[in-house]
Antibody, heavy 121, light 107 residues
Framework: QVQLQESGPGLVKTSETLSLTCTVSGDSISTFYWAWIRQPPGKGLEWIGYIYYSGRPNYNPSLKSRLTISADRSRDQISLKMNTVTATDTAVYYC???????????????WGQGILVTVSS | DIQMTQSPSSLSASVGDRVTITCRASQDIDNYLAWFQQKKGRAPRSLIFGASSLHSGVPSKFSGSRSGTQFTLTITSLQPEDFATYYCQQYYNYPWTFGQGTKVEIK
């Protein structure tokens, strides 16, 4: 059974870099694409980006200048780095397995439990 | 960016009811639409992709349909475990965008 577990600091200072890791168990990251999504407290969902282990990441343009998503196949981990954070980046961050059905339908299939990251001075 | 507008924002329903949630896209997105269920304090659960294809393990009480740029999620015979917030999401264009959510509450 595939499981995704997000990890990282729960508190990040304003203007610093948010760094999170998603550890995949029960599968190899080379089999699927992997996405990051976030959800500010009490609000809706926002797509951050996705990556295939051997390809270039695809980022949300509104966040692109501050983002780095990477994959470590040897550890079956996906990482997210977001620099120059502000209070508006406070959110629950989820990683999710992304499947591509018939080469056209992108489906967020399995989600991690999420990790709350608070940005504060 | 493509705007996804859900209606209603919330609804009250009783156990056994049939519930319909609507999601309208600001432009044509073909059938590149997904639905998610999220219970309070939990991660979203994927229900549907391709507007009407159920993910493995999702009961057939959930169904999705499309009419032009309007999409519908229908839940038949509402059960206590179905009370949650539901989101639609388009993946026709980047950035992928979500609706604002529809909260289904117990009447």
């Amino acid at each position: 059974q595939v499981q995704l577990q997000e990890s990282g600091p729960g508190l990040v200072k304003t203007s610093e870099t948010l760094s999170l890791t998603c550890t995949v168990s029960g599968d190899s990251i080379s089999t699927f694409y992997w996405a990051w999504i976030r959800q500010p407290p009490g609000k809706g969902l926002e797509w951050i980006g996705y990556i295939y282990y051997s390809g270039r990441p695809n980022y949300n343009p509104s966040l692109k200048s501050r983002l780095t998503i990477s994959a470590d196949r040897s550890r079956d981990q996906i990482s997210l780095k977001m620099n120059t954070v502000t209070a508006t980046d406070t959110a629950v961050y989820y990683c999710a397995r992304l499947n591509r059905y018939n080469w056209v339908h992108w489906a967020l299939e399995i989600w991690g439990q999420g990790i709350l990251v608070t940005v504060s001075s | 960016d493509i705007q996804m507008t859900q209606s209603p924002s919330s609804l009250s329903a009783s156990v056994g009811d049939r519930v319909t949630i609507t999601c309208r896209a600001s432009q044509d997105i073909d059938n590149y639409l997904a639905w998610f269920q999220q219970k309070k304090g939990r991660a979203p659960r994927s229900l549907i992709f391709g507007a009407s294809s159920l993910h493995s393990g999702v009961p057939s009480k959930f169904s999705g349909s499309r009419s032009g740029t309007q999409f519908t999620l229908t839940i038949t015979s509402l059960q206590p475990e179905d009370f949650a917030t539901y989101y639609c999401q388009q993946y026709y264009n980047y950035p992928w965008t979500f609706g604002q959510g529809t909260k289904v509450e117990i009447k």
